[in-house]
């Protein structure tokens, strides 16, 4: 998740843990900063869904993910079952992180994707993210992300046809009286 990456320093000064103040990033706090923004944001998009799934209560059916039947977690990180919800796996690879399709965290994982695909298509990118990230239209979300991408604008563009312009009335003077006219 390098969208993440960027926050550790801020965790490491947080907990003032001196031993770590540089170096290279641990695993677990890239996990920590994963499971921070990821609640962090769902918290914010999905406050009234992750109150009543605290006390066992339905989600008003009024919620984007009210057909997704959506549960809590036990770090209370995840809240989309899967298609994988019944495969012997631990919780993190069975039940996807949910995101808010607009949000900017989901579009710069997603072009991080698309960055470690080397500015491949559209079409090869939802596989990556599908692993571990639910959102509602996902596919609507890499498109508008990946044509934004300045790299693959730069890729499409050929250089169009130049027309020449017809010289002005000074120059054209001065070539025909080296001629002798
Ligand atoms: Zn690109």
Redo the contacts with the bound molecule.
């Keep these: 998740m390098h969208a993440c990456y960027g926050t550790v320093p801020y965790f490491r000064n947080d907990k003032k843990v001196k031993n770590h103040d540089s170096g290279a990033l641990r695993v677990e706090e890239l996990e920590d900063a994963e499971i921070y923004w990821g609640k962090y944001i769902q918290g914010e998009n999905y406050p009234e869904e992750i109150k009543a799934l605290k006390i066992n209560k339905p989600i008003p059916n009024s919620s984007k993910i009210c057909k997704q039947s959506p549960f809590l977690s036990e770090n209370e990180l995840r809240m989309i079952k899967g298609r994988l919800q019944n495969a012997n796996l631990i919780s993190a690879l069975k039940h996807p992180i949910t995101l808010p399709s607009n949000h900017l965290l989901l579009k710069r994982i997603i072009?991080d994707s698309?960055?470690e695909l080397f500015?491949s298509r559209v079409s090869a990118t939802p596989t990556q993210i599908k692993e571990k990230y639910w959102t509602i239209k996902c596919r609507q979300s890499i498109k508008y992300t990946?044509r934004r991408?300045?790299?693959?604008?730069r890729?499409k563009y050929f250089p169009g046809k130049q027309s020449i312009a017809p010289l002005p009335a000074t120059r054209t003077v001065i070539i025909l009286s080296s001629y002798g006219y």
Excluded at 149 to 153: A, E, P
Aim: with cysteine; glycine share 0%.
């Design positions: 072009y698309h960055e500015h990946l991408c300045i790299i693959c604008k890729l």
